[in-house]
DNA sequence: TCGTCTTACACTTTTGAAAGGA
DNA sequence: ATCCTTTCAAAAGTGTAAGACG
């Protein structure tokens, strides 16, 4: 059976080249487009390219009802959760295509932190309040017509209505586990059937940044409750003239007072008519009022399927939302009506579905997105693209720079996102466009850096914090990661440095995004005017892709190190930010020294930027339409997992940085404490990748974000460097690579076997201590599963191509699926992967964490 | 006292089984 | 006997308010 662990990020593990057939394209896309030319891209993806070849292949996603997502991010996405569960609104609507209709695909949900913080909704806006609270078992939601042929997916519209969000760190129905009042990225990956049998291979992250949400168990926003009951059919009862409104419930209210008060005065006069249900309904609704429905609420009426244009009609058009305001106008101005964004949504899916080159989400975001333009005409696609794809070979098939529709994101974010302020803050030269969440920094874009930046995120992300797993990625690195992967890789730390450099200023880019997002009041600020500028930059980690770094599956040695750790990812969202990130400190233990270092500077938020930045590495379709995602790939992850992984990082600012009200508790003390962690461990470079692009020069990085990214806008970023003395001390336990090797260690890895135990790896606990924000809870970790068929060629495949990693713009979040040697590769998924606990009639959820469902 | 979370409530939509008809 | 449509009840999904908890 195959397992499939679910890393936090889905981490496609490389594919081999050879392998490239289908998945080719993913686009990478923010990370080609942004900044790297095509031209510079193609050489680079050109061998995957070959392979995977054809233009169909590209595989494309686009958030159906974007635009309700649209106005829902501008005022903050909030999504409750409870005990028992509670469905997304909105929910996420996607339709694929670019799908080889004869073969069969997953789809998978999940749903990764954006940064390491813990927000608070204070003065009408959402600030950073603490540090995140240790991350939980990974889960995933496997859409339930998985496994389907993609003439399937791509003949209608996808849904994940039916995933469930949960806060019961213990539920046992297997949903998706959040942490109240965190901030979070759905990704959608796409995998071929067969990879996840086969280890996985052609894989691709998507990622909307306009689907950011923060957690909350009550709604704090009147403006989205608002927008909920308007736009959510199950909620028509509290609309206006609902029977459920306010005025039925105080009239309610008032005749069961009345009633109760006639009752004790006189119970034998009580009449069963009088109950107070009777009332209320008939006598209380007006028959003017009624009349007025039909005009007042048609668009709630119409159901989900009307609601985006519906919504984005009544709410937006009609009733501007405050918060958002600002937000709608710089970056969503006219376009964004939401009628005329439905129009342009539907068409831009019907191209889409066409198959046409052009990438639809992007097209129509960008519209209603002022767009920055991004400096290099790749970026633009790329900053589309919220997805990353874990296959390498996308590169090819991206569709040339100035065929890539200009970058859409970046002007959305940018502006609109209080985060912009930081990027103001930010020197002028490199500074992220203000508003641009979606932007990258220009410092992340730098090419030097950016190289090494994929690399870094990559491990990062799909290195699970805690664990080793980061030595997967250092297979990517040739020399490094054959070994253990654990050894060091010297020329790979300077790459690192470069990396992590780039791919700092990248998270701080990125974070700003994310709070560009937000329109609360933080936000406005913000705006660059140039949404061009920066933003784009970030994106532009094309190359990293490069699937270059494809590892050679022969490398048996290499496997080892191939695999991810545990899907270290932890819960905190930053990768880089964390110290509390696990996945730092495995970076940090491979690279070095000086990515510790580099980690630990870094703020929080950047590594929450980090993760948005797409993976260069992997660039997977592009097709993602959302701006603003920067969708780190994962390519890391995949190595690791084989499977896929995909990081989708995006770099999705749709929350404003919320503004730090109060500092972290929890000092980020993985960067202080990731040098330890580096130093101990002798990590190859590959290692490094992942936490060396982002550690990089600590100094250097801190200069950078503090100077280029001192968002004032992220709070947490701010809070994380404010924090910096709350860091925790961080002994980082070394980890020794003959650890992290036992962890890849496909039998201990094995999800079924030590996974569960594993979900809190014991390195974990190590970098736990490290990490002081996390501290306080234990960072989850994943279990890594290794297949050891897998790790050879993640090494191979992470060592030649180049970039090993990306930053994710979730670190550590990789989807890991684990093949079992015994797996049938035959059967569904839906009866493979079935959970007695976290079967679902409505839909199957894994267990990434360590227990494993398979 | 405050912030957060849980629970119950009333309403609506969705779902699936049963009944009826062609 | 099979298939399709309609009906109905149960289940599930909503936000709200009150209360509990730390």
Redesign the pocket.
């Known amino acids: 059976m195959l397992g499939v662990e679910m890393c936090p990020s889905l981490a496609l593990g490389p594919q081999r080249r050879s392998d490239c057939c289908y998945r080719d394209l993913v686009l990478c896309g923010p990370s080609l487009a942004d900044e790297a030319p095509a031209h510079v891209l193609a050489p680079r993806l050109s061998p995957d390219a070959e392979t995977a070849g054809t233009p169909q292949n590209r595989v494309r996603m686009e958030l159906e009802n974007a635009a309700l997502w649209k106005q829902f991010s501008t005022v903050g996405t909030e999504m409750?959760?409870?005990?028992?569960?509670?469905?997304?609104?909105p929910?996420l609507r996607v339709k694929l295509s670019g799908l080889n209709p004869s073969l069969r695909y997953i789809l998978l949900l999940d749903i990764v932190p954006v940064d390491s913080s813990?927000?608070?909704?204070?003065d009408s806006s959402w600030q950073v309040?603490g540090g995140a609270e240790a991350r939980l078992p990974d889960r995933v939601f496997i859409h339930p017509d998985s496994p389907a042929t993609g003439e399937h997916w791509q003949n209608r519209t996808i849904s994940f209505?039916?995933a469930?969000l949960t806060?019961?760190t213990l539920d046992a129905q297997g949903y998706i586990i959040l942490?109240?009042?965190h901030r979070y990225q759905p990704r959608v990956h796409v995998i071929e059937a067969r990879d996840v049998l086969m280890c996985g291979r052609a894989q691709h992250s998507f990622s909307f940044p306009e689907t950011q949400f923060i957690?909350?168990?009550?709604?704090?926003n009147?403006k989205?409750?608002?927008?909920?009951?308007n736009s959510?059919?199950?909620?028509?009862?509290?609309?206006e003239y609902?029977?459920?409104c306010?005025k039925?419930?105080?009239a309610?209210?008032k005749r069961?007072i009345t009633s109760s008060q006639e009752e004790s005065l006189d119970i034998e006069s009580c009449d069963p008519c009088d109950s107070?249900?009777l009332l209320?309904?008939s006598v209380e609704i007006p028959s003017s009022a009624l009349s007025m429905i039909n005009t007042a609420l048609p668009l709630?009426?119409s159901?989900?399927h009307t609601e985006v244009p519906s919504l984005p009609d009544q709410t937006i058009s009609d009733q501007p939302l405050m918060l958002g305001q600002d937000f709608l106008s710089s970056e969503i101005p006219s376009s964004m009506e939401s009628q005329q964004q439905t129009a342009s949504e539907n068409n831009v899916n019907n191209t889409l579905m066409d198959g046409s080159g052009q990438m639809m989400g992007l097209s129509g975001y960008s519209s209603a997105f002022p767009t920055p333009q991004l400096s290099s005409s790749l970026s633009q696609s790329s900053s589309i693209y919220s997805v990353v794809s874990s296959t390498q070979s996308s590169d090819l098939e991206l569709p040339p720079s100035s065929t890539i529709p200009s970058p859409t994101y970046s002007s959305m974010p940018p502006s609109d996102y209080p985060g912009v302020n930081t990027s103001t803050t930010m020197p002028s030269s490199t500074t992220s466009p203000p508003g641009s969440s979606y932007p990258i920094s220009p410092y992340l874009l730098p090419s030097s850096s950016y190289y090494a930046l994929l690399p870094t995120d990559q491990s990062q992300d799909n290195l699970s914090l805690h664990t080793p797993t980061n030595p997967p990625f250092q297979s990517i690195c040739p020399s490094s990661c054959q070994g253990s992967g654990l050894t060091i890789d010297p020329g790979r730390n300077q790459v690192d440095d470069g990396r992590l450099g780039s791919s700092n200023a990248m998270t701080p880019a990125i974070q700003n995004p994310t709070q560009t997002a937000f329109p609360f009041p933080p936000v406005q600020s913000s705006n660059d005017p140039d949404p061009s500028s920066p933003p784009c930059r970030s994106l532009s980690f094309p190359p990293v892709l490069q699937c270059n770094p494809i590892p050679t599956p022969s490398d048996p040695n290499s496997t080892p190190a191939a695999f991810p750790f545990p899907p270290a990812a932890q819960s905190t969202p930053n990768s880089m930010m964390t110290a509390s990130n696990p996945n730092p400190t495995l970076s940090l233990s491979t690279s070095g020294p000086a990515q510790t270092p580099a980690t630990g500077s870094f703020p929080v938020s950047q590594s929450s930027s980090i993760p948005t930045v797409p993976n260069p590495v992997y660039p997977t379709t592009g097709s993602f339409p959302f701006p603003s995602t920067n969708v780190s790939l994962q390519g890391l992850v995949q190595s690791v997992s084989n499977a896929l992984h995909t990081s989708a990082a995006y770099s999705v600012p749709l929350f404003p940085a919320p503004k730090h009200t109060a500092p972290a508790p929890l000092p980020n003390p993985a960067h202080t404490s990731y040098p330890h962690l580096l130093q101990s461990l002798t990590l190859p470079s590959s290692s490094s990748i992942h936490s060396i692009p982002a550690i990089p020069n600590t100094i250097q990085i801190q200069s950078v974000f503090t100077q280029s990214f001192p968002n004032p806008s992220f709070p947490h970023i701010p809070a994380q460097t404010a924090n910096p003395a709350q860091i925790p001390s961080q002994s980082f336990p070394p980890i020794h690579s003959s650890q992290l090797l036992s962890q890849f260690n496909p039998a201990s890895t094995h999800p079924q076997c030590p996974s569960s135990s594993n979900a809190y790896p014991a390195v974990a606990r190590s970098e736990i201590g490290s990490f002081s924000q996390l501290n306080s809870a234990a960072p989850y970790l994943p279990d890594v599963v290794l297949h050891p068929s897998l790790l050879p060629s993640l090494d191979s495949s992470l060592s030649s191509s180049a970039p090993p990693s990306l930053y994710n713009p979730f670190p550590s979040y990789s989807l890991r699926l684990c093949q079992d040697p015994r797996s049938s590769l035959h059967l569904p998924l839906r009866h493979i992967y079935t959970q007695p606990q976290h079967a679902h009639?409505?839909g199957s959820y894994f267990d990434l964490g360590a227990r494993a469902v398979f």
């Open positions: 409750i959760v409870t005990k028992k569960g509670r469905r997304m609104f929910q813990r927000y608070r909704f204070q309040f209505h039916r469930k806060n019961n942490h109240s009042l957690t909350v168990t009550a709604y704090q009147s989205i409750t608002e927008l909920k009951i959510n059919p199950f909620a028509k009862g509290f609309r609902g029977m459920n306010k039925q419930r105080d309610r209210l069961k107070t249900e209320p309904q709630t009426d159901g989900f009639a409505q």
